[in-house]
């Protein structure tokens, strides 16, 4: 199975929802952890990486594409 690919800022999908209803999470934080906050409600919640990529559906939105070229 491939693995799948996320990075800071991106928006993802989760398996399973928050209590408020939504299942789309924002990465906040990159690391042995990762954090995660809910794009309803604004909550955070700290993962353990194994846990979180377990948990992980799809990435919806990556922070690469909300980005402009610059301009200079």
């Not at 299942?23 to 794009?39: H, L, Q, T």
């Not at 919640?45 to 690469?64: D, W």
């Amino acid at each position: 199975m491939e693995r799948k690919t996320f990075e800071l800022g991106d928006v993802v999908l989760m398996k399973k929802q928050h209590p408020c209803g939504a299942n789309e999470m924002e990465i906040i934080r990159m690391g042995m952890d990762i954090r995660i906050k809910c794009v309803k409600c604004k909550h955070s919640i700290l993962l353990p990486r194994a846990k979180f990529e377990k948990s992980l559906k799809k990435v919806l939105r990556s922070a690469e594409a909300g980005k402009l070229p610059d301009s200079e």
